[in-house]
């Protein structure tokens, strides 16, 4: 998994990889997860709380309307 987040005071977007226990960390203490698999993915299953944005339709502004000072934890998998 990779937390993303913005630098405060900054535009520069920090992305760093996270190991399982501490996404669950970050989940636990309120995170904002995002899941960017495609939208017949996240209907059939995706994390509590999860708010989609699909990366095969993504548009810049559509990450707008996640806070720039707070971290996210985006999560997919890989099938290879």
């Given at each position: 998994?990779?937390?993303?987040?913005?630098?405060?005071?900054?535009?520069?977007?920090?992305?760093?990889?996270?190991?399982?226990?501490?996404?669950k960390?970050?989940?636990?203490?309120?995170?904002?997860?995002?899941?960017?698999l495609?939208?017949?993915?996240?209907?059939?299953?995706?994390?509590?709380?999860?708010?989609?944005?699909?990366?095969?339709?993504?548009?810049p502004?559509?990450?707008?309307?996640?806070?720039?000072?707070?971290?996210?934890?985006?999560?997919?998998?890989?099938?290879?």
């Amino acid at each position: 998994m990779v937390r993303g987040g913005w630098s405060v005071g900054t535009k520069r977007r920090m992305v760093k990889r996270v190991d399982a226990l501490e996404a669950k960390a970050m989940i636990d203490d309120g995170v904002t997860l995002v899941d960017v698999l495609p939208s017949s993915v996240y209907s059939e299953e995706h994390l509590p709380g999860a708010q989609s944005l699909p990366l095969d339709t993504f548009q810049p502004a559509d990450a707008a309307r996640f806070d720039k000072t707070a971290p996210l934890l985006v999560y997919c998998f890989d099938q290879h």
